[in-house]
């Protein structure tokens, strides 16, 4: 009898695990409790603003390999859009001091020795202090390993740890921030290329996989929240998915694609990062369409990010714990108000928005707990994981997302290759 995989979780882990082992050839079966796949990567309709909104914001680049690997495999790799050559504008929203970082192509970074190019009241040498990223020990906070000084962290590198990290530069561990530099910006303008979703984050991450497992006969099941697991000395022999169990044959695998507190919650003794980060996003529908800007970094004021996609300015705020308690009108009206200043709106009043906290979007991006991320392998032969959340060695971002369920297809097709 052919084994089957049983994927619990229709995030892009579990998804990208998923299209890897359909390509391979092998029976999966998806397992989502929520009514639809993506987890915090999908767009939805929303009433208020009566258009497509993604649920976050994500900024992605073009030397994320395996997210590019994995929307080549579903068939959408043309579906993110961004400038060539690559740039990066920010703007100071309390100075209204606005420039642009500008990476050269070839892995020498050049640039950094063009005025025009770098971040403003920087020097060529203030971004060697950056490679001190590459010895960071796993009990460094980035702050700690780059000082805070200098205009370069306020403007640079504190915006890009927040983003990446979910974490501030003073908690966020920089040995998580090495990995990421060198496969972008540390290959150069090709591979530090900016990149967003072009007409949203279920149209190129979402969908496409679903209609790639339909093909291929593997099915998904949504609404299908799992309780427990039956355990039988080293496997696992069944789910429980509230009075619908699930047998697990002798050769059938399991990955779990969950977030770390419900994987801890599922497997005895497992150890996984306790406490996470929120981020907020804000969505307002403009007056009239905007093509001329994609996405600005913002410093000095509440937002972080702004996204624009026809009439939709979207803005992003990570590592908003405290944000994250206030009402959400409060939060509208400071968002605006930083949108005005970035787009030159003026006075404009308040216009429809929407409002999403994500309070748990992911693990606290901490030394202490990175040190809790668990493997794809468990204490159980035919037992995965899968997630952000686990050891990537990269940060919890959909790149490292997709490499997760990667690594657990991987080890899934070894361990059936020798059954």
């Not at 100075?95 to 070839?106: E, F, I, T």
């Not at 005025?115 to 990223?133: C, E, I, K, M, N």
């Not at 593997?218 to 000395?233: D, G, I, T, V």
Request: hydrophobic content about 45%; glycine content about 10%.
């Amino acid at each position: 009898m052919t084994a089957t995989v049983h994927v619990v979780g229709a995030g892009v882990a579990g998804l990208s695990c998923a299209v890897r082992l359909a390509r391979a050839g092998r029976r999966v079966a998806v397992h989502e409790a929520a009514g639809q796949a993506g987890g915090r990567c999908r767009s939805f309709h929303d009433a208020t603003l009566d258009r497509l909104i993604d649920n976050g914001n994500h900024l992605l680049m073009s030397g994320n390999r395996a997210v590019r690997g994995y929307l080549e495999d579903i068939g959408s790799a043309d579906s993110l859009i961004g400038p060539v050559p690559a740039e990066y504008p920010f703007l100071d929203l309390q100075s209204g001091l606005r420039w642009v970082v500008r990476p050269n192509a070839g892995p020498f970074p050049w640039w950094i020795f063009s005025a025009g190019r770098r971040v403003p009241d920087t020097r060529a040498w203030d971004y060697l202090r950056g490679l001190r990223l590459a010895w960071a020990g796993r009990e460094t906070t980035v702050a700690a390993c780059l000082g805070t000084d200098e205009a370069l962290f306020r403007r640079f590198w504190e915006p890009l740890t927040v983003a990446v990290l979910n974490t501030s530069a003073a908690d966020g561990a920089a040995s998580l921030m090495w990995p990421m530099i060198a496969q972008t910006f540390g290959r150069g303008e090709a591979a530090c290329r900016p990149l967003v979703a072009r007409r949203g984050l279920s149209d190129s991450f979402i969908d496409p996989a679903l209609a790639f497992l339909d093909r291929n006969a593997c099915p998904s099941r949504f609404n299908h929240r799992l309780r427990s697991l039956r355990f039988e000395s080293d496997r696992v022999a069944g789910l429980d998915f509230g009075g619908d169990p699930v047998a697990v044959a002798p050769g059938d695998c399991v990955v779990l694609a969950v977030p770390p507190a419900g994987a801890a919650a599922l497997v005895p003794g497992i150890v996984a990062p306790a406490t996470s980060r929120a981020i907020v996003n804000g969505h307002f529908r403009l007056a009239t369409r905007r093509e001329d800007l994609g996405f600005l970094g913002l410093v000095g004021g509440t937002c972080q990010w702004l996204f624009v996609r026809g009439d939709i300015a979207s803005v992003t705020v990570s590592a908003a714990d405290a944000l994250a308690d206030q009402p959400s009108a409060a939060i509208a009206g400071r968002f605006w108000a930083d949108v005005t200043r970035a787009l030159g709106l003026g006075d404009a009043p308040l216009p429809p928005h929407r409002i999403v906290k994500e309070k748990r979007a992911t693990f606290a991006q901490t030394p202490e707990e990175v040190a809790r991320r668990p493997g794809t392998r468990t204490a159980w032969r035919n037992l995965y994981l899968a997630g952000d959340w686990t050891d990537t060695g990269l940060p919890a971002t959909i790149e490292g997302a997709v490499r997760s369920g990667r690594a657990a297809a991987d080890a899934v097709l070894a361990t059936l290759s020798f059954a």
